[in-house]
């Protein structure tokens, strides 16, 4: 038998939830272009691991689709239904303009969702949805040794979650 004492006991919140060690970010990815959203999530996550975040990824379909997945994921923390409390969050993507005016409609609606979102529900937030001419536009915003747009957005949601802990929203 060992006298090194109790266990550790695992922390937890006022609901008896556990804390995880380390704030969490959810990335949400949209897929419609695999290439750039590989290079995006490639920036993203190597903030966020430079910064100490743990980080969890959501595949969308496509830009669309990334409100409603952000808004599914705060619902599971209103019921404490999901795995994870979120600090953060990220949205990545690209819409390459075509020759219709899907793009105009797209681009609007995407920002209006997650504008809304943000500001609701006071989320710390990153924007990395690029709106681009053509496919060489996108590639040079996305590479990380380029314009490394992943990393942008990680680093404006680390600072929007350093705002909200200033105003006591968050813990860390």
Do not use: W
């Not at 689709?65 to 952000?70: N, Y």
């Not at 409609?105 to 949805?129: I, K, N, P, Q, W």
Request: glycine share 10%; net charge neutral.
């Amino acid at each position: 038998m060992s006298n090194s004492g109790p266990l550790p006991s695992t922390p937890k919140n006022k609901k008896g939830r556990i804390i995880a060690e380390r704030p969490c970010v959810l990335i949400v990815e949209a897929r419609f272009y695999p290439g750039i959203a590989d290079e995006l999530v490639n920036g993203a996550s190597a903030t966020l691991d430079a910064a100490g975040f743990d980080h969890e990824r959501i595949k969308v379909p496509g830009v669309f689709e990334i409100p409603a997945a952000i808004r599914m994921a705060l619902r599971s923390m209103e019921f404490h239904s999901g795995s994870n409390s979120y600090a953060g969050f990220i949205a990545l993507g690209c819409v390459i303009r075509g020759e219709t005016d899907h793009y105009d409609h797209v681009c609007r609606e995407l920002s209006r969702a997650l504008m809304d979102l943000a500001t609701e529900y006071a989320l710390a937030f990153g924007l990395g949805v690029l709106t681009c001419e053509n496919m060489e536009q996108a590639q040079g915003r996305a590479d990380n040794n380029g314009k490394n747009k992943g990393g942008v957005a990680a680093e404006a949601c680390l600072r929007m979650m350093e705002v909200k802990r200033h105003f006591r929203l968050i813990q860390r």
